[in-house]
């Protein structure tokens, strides 16, 4: 190796969060294949949002006297400041006329990131209401009070439907976790747990179903989304440690972004071809509605039905998370996501192709 190699590769482990290390054991890679906002949901929502589903732009806008006017004005529905400012850039300044039903059930997913059993306030946490988990445990994914009765992010709804299509077609938003040490996949009492953003694209099979065991590449241009923590499995389910700051790269509703999701944790059901669970954490607020704003915020008028001044104002309304020093208002909002994955090849930049050779062994049983 020349001394420019060397250079550029001492300067890509000094700079990266994660030191990758061959760990005894056996290695299992994940590639992320859809990831939607884990909701409580009963047919139409009848029992968790019994005043019905949000209202959208186009509602809000028609409901102002002057919308018609403002729409010659204006142009569009999402233009309902009073000086045509557009509702996901500066939604203070845009008031709705009709009520956005909110999430009415104490019955959700999500994690417990706080630690407490009743959502008090904590030196990292304000006061909020929990959740109960399915097995009657205290969660927190307060983000679901803001998108649970929005059509758009329910099960079928156009967001969460178009957004699985976008992790698997852009690879921008491919996200690996490899699994090392491990020495048994029903209970390791030690795991290390790594994430990355991958390169590769994923291929389909019959019926849009996605094969395991593809080859996936580590994205080593972006030592910024690579993250280490310590994990173990119970019973077939894997808990990680949590990740402070955990920024993922994001193409969402046809715009590039990103998230940072505080306190970042998994819990994930392993399974042969898989896994599937719940990625929890605080979502940044300032990072989230920057990339909402910009994605379906925009087009919220088609694609919602959602108002865009009520998604920012309880958002901010249900945070409860890292509040401010001064204010002591809460700058991120706890948040729960569904994902799924399946068993992947993960090669290294420059490696032997060992984890592969671990992750084959295992596909051949």
């Not at 890509?12 to 939607?36: C, D, K, M, N, Y």
């Amino acid at each position: 190796m020349n001394r420019s190699c060397a250079a550029l590769v001492c300067l890509v482990t000094l700079l990266s969060p994660v030191a990758a290390q061959q760990a005894s054991g056996e290695t299992i890679g994940l590639v992320i294949t859809e990831w939607r906002h884990a909701l409580y949901e009963t047919p139409g929502g009848k029992e968790e949002c019994p005043a019905g589903l949000t209202q959208g732009e186009m509602a809000q806008h028609q409901a102002m006297e002057n919308s018609q006017e403002l729409r010659e004005t204006f142009g569009y529905f999402t233009n309902r400041g009073p000086n045509g400012e557009h509702s996901a850039y500066m939604p203070l300044l845009s008031e709705d006329l009709l009520p956005s039903p909110e999430l009415q059930t104490r019955i959700g997913y999500g994690l417990n990131l706080d630690g407490t059993q009743t959502g008090e306030a904590t030196n990292n946490s304000c006061r909020h209401e929990k959740f109960e988990g399915p097995e009657g445990t205290a969660v927190d994914n307060q983000l679901a009070r803001v998108v649970g009765c929005t059509a758009s992010w329910r099960t079928g709804g156009f967001a969460s439907e178009f957004f699985k299509q976008e992790i698997v077609n852009f690879p921008l938003n491919r996200i690996l976790i490899e699994i090392s040490g491990v020495d048994s996949e029903e209970n390791d009492s030690e795991v290390m747990v790594h994430i990355y953003k991958g390169l590769d694209g994923l291929s389909l099979g019959a019926g849009g179903t996605i094969p395991p065991f593809q080859n996936q590449r580590i994205d080593e241009r972006y030592t910024r989304y690579m993250y280490e923590t310590k994990g173990s499995i119970t019973d077939g389910v894997l808990t990680t440690e949590p990740i402070q700051e955990a920024w993922f790269p994001i193409y969402w509703i046809t715009t590039p972004a990103e998230r940072l999701v505080r306190d970042m944790r998994l819990r994930l059901t392993l399974t042969k071809n898989g896994a599937e669970g719940i990625l929890g954490g605080y979502e940044d607020l300032k990072i989230w509605w920057s990339a909402h704003s910009r994605g379906m915020g925009g087009a919220a008028a088609s694609v919602g039905p959602h108002s865009n001044a009520w998604y920012y104002r309880a958002a901010h309304r249900y945070a409860d998370g890292y509040p401010d020093p001064e204010s002591g208002q809460c700058t991120a909002i706890s948040a729960a996501y569904q994902i799924n994955a399946v068993r992947a090849l993960i090669a290294h930049p420059g490696s032997d192709d060992a984890r592969m050779h671990n992750n084959s062994e295992t596909a051949s049983r």
